[in-house]
Structures are given as structure tokens and as C-alpha cells.
């Protein structure tokens, strides 16, 4: 059983930063792809940045130049440095990864819970 724990979510003036992360557990074969989701108030979950085990990285194209997704593959933890932070990134942001338990399983997606991000003044 695999499990992805996010951290680092709080309140942050407008202009701040903030580092997330995400950590995997468990019985874990192989993470294909990692990312981060978010999910603001009255809107559809939104695809924020993801990375892949070889390091390709793409954005959602209001956070390119402002937020920073990296991976530790040893950790099986990805990271989202988000810089520059405005009200619009308020949302509860999500840690997803594409995963295989074993070599002959599936690929499964997991998410975490979730972390609250508030950009406020």
C-alpha cells in the first residue's frame, strides 16, 4: 500500500513563498510521473506542474517563471517551490503520482490529502 503525505502549505502574503512537499511510502516498484494539482474554491481541479522520473517538467502556464517543480527520486519526494505568490494560488493544492507497486502491477494513481494554500493579506 502506497501513501503520498503533502507539507508546507499555510498562509502567505501576497508576493511570498512557500515550499510543498510531497513524500511516497510503501511498497513501491517504480514512480513514473509526479505532480502537483490544485483545487481553488468553486473551480475544477486544475493540473499545476509535473515532473517525470527522467526530469521533464511541464507547467500550467500562470505559474511558468514563478513556481519550480523538482523530484528526489531516491526520497520518492517531489517538490513545488512557488514564488511570487498571488491571490489566484489560493487553492487546496495535491500531491498525484503514477506508480507501479511491482514490476508486473499496473500503473496506479495516488493522491494525497491535500495542503492548504491561502495567499492573503
Known amino acids: 500500500q502506497v501513501q503520498l503525505v503533502e507539507s508546507g502549505g499555510g498562509l502567505v502574503q501576497p508576493g511570498g513563498s512557500l515550499r510543498l512537499s510531497c513524500a511516497a511510502s510503501?511498497?513501491?516498484?517504480?514512480?513514473?510521473?509526479m505532480g502537483w494539482y490544485r483545487q481553488a474554491p468553486g473551480k475544477q481541479r486544475e493540473l499545476v506542474a509535473t515532473i517525470t522520473s527522467g526530469g521533464s517538467r511541464n507547467y500550467l502556464h500562470s505559474v511558468k517563471g514563478r513556481f519550480t517543480i523538482s523530484r528526489d527520486n531516491a526520497k520518492n519526494t517531489v517538490y513545488l517551490q512557488m514564488n511570487g505568490l498571488r491571490p489566484e494560488d489560493t487553492a487546496v493544492y495535491y500531491c498525484?503520482?503514477?506508480?507501479?507497486?511491482?514490476?508486473?502491477?499496473?500503473?496506479?494513481?495516488?493522491w494525497g490529502q491535500g495542503t492548504q494554500v491561502t495567499v492573503s493579506s
Open positions: 498525484n503520482a503514477d506508480l507501479r507497486t511491482a514490476a508486473w502491477a499496473p500503473i496506479t494513481v495516488t
Open positions: 510503501g511498497s513501491i516498484y517504480s514512480i513514473n510521473y
